[in-house]
């Protein structure tokens, strides 16, 4: 089965750093673009990185700019999101995301868990 | 900035009902780039519709999506007790790559 399981939540007081990682397996890693996706309790959606194939191009929202860093480990089949100078409003459920690419479009196809984030002193 | 507004906030309706999502974007985007995604409490979202229309893997065919440029809609037919959920619309056109507020689906 086609699978992403996050890993590396938990509490954090404000100003400290947490990484976040993603084993993705059943499916070839390498040849995929990945993605962050975090929410907030009760709140909605918020696309907070993107990493493209090889790892060359990563974007960012400006909320998390400077602060956040993905990265990618292909050999490992893994994804990474080093969180770091952490504030209260970082604090949600965290998503690693598979882009799908076809010719009809692109979509997030695949999401794992979730890893829940919790910034509070 | 593409900002994407989904309306209605909240659709009450019956099982059997047809429900319409709405979801509006600030600027045109490619009809390629706009998803929709279904998110039940406790679970991560769930691909339903990508490129507008085409249903995803496994997504029952009661599910449509329709629209170009700036105006897409989401039509579930004949509703199920499953399909009551919180209903997102997302724009991979342009970074940032933003999703809509939602649109909440409940039993009436």
């Known amino acids: 089965e086609v699978q992403l399981v996050e890993s590396g939540g938990g509490l954090v007081q404000p100003g400290g750093s947490l990484r976040l990682s993603c084993a993705a397996s059943e499916f070839t890693f390498r040849t995929y673009e990945m993605n962050w996706v975090r929410q907030a309790p009760g709140k909605g959606l918020e696309w907070i990185s993107h990493i493209s194939i090889g790892g060359s191009t990563k974007y960012y929202p400006d909320s998390v700019k400077g602060r956040f860093t993905i990265s990618r480990d292909d050999a490992k089949n893994s994804l990474f999101l080093q969180m770091n100078s952490l504030r209260a409003e970082d604090t949600a459920v965290y998503y690693c995301v598979r882009l799908y690419t076809s010719s009809s479009g692109k979509a997030f196809d695949i999401w794992g868990q979730g890893t829940m984030v919790t910034v509070s002193s | 900035e593409i900002v994407l507004t989904q309306s209605p906030g909240t659709l009450s309706l019956s099982p059997g009902e047809r429900a319409t999502l709405s979801c509006r974007a600030s600027q045109s985007v490619s009809s390629s780039y706009l998803a929709w995604f279904q998110q039940k409490p406790g679970q991560a979202p769930r691909l339903l519709i990508y490129?507008?229309?085409s249903r995803a893997t496994g997504i029952p065919d009661r599910f449509s999506g329709s629209g170009s440029g700036t105006d897409f809609t989401l039509t579930i037919n004949r509703l199920e007790p499953e399909d009551f959920a919180v209903y997102y619309c997302?724009?991979?056109?342009?970074?940032?790559?933003?999703f809509g507020p939602g649109t909440k689906v409940d039993i009436k």
């Open positions: 490129g507008a229309s």
């Open positions: 997302q724009q991979y056109a342009g970074s940032p790559f933003t």
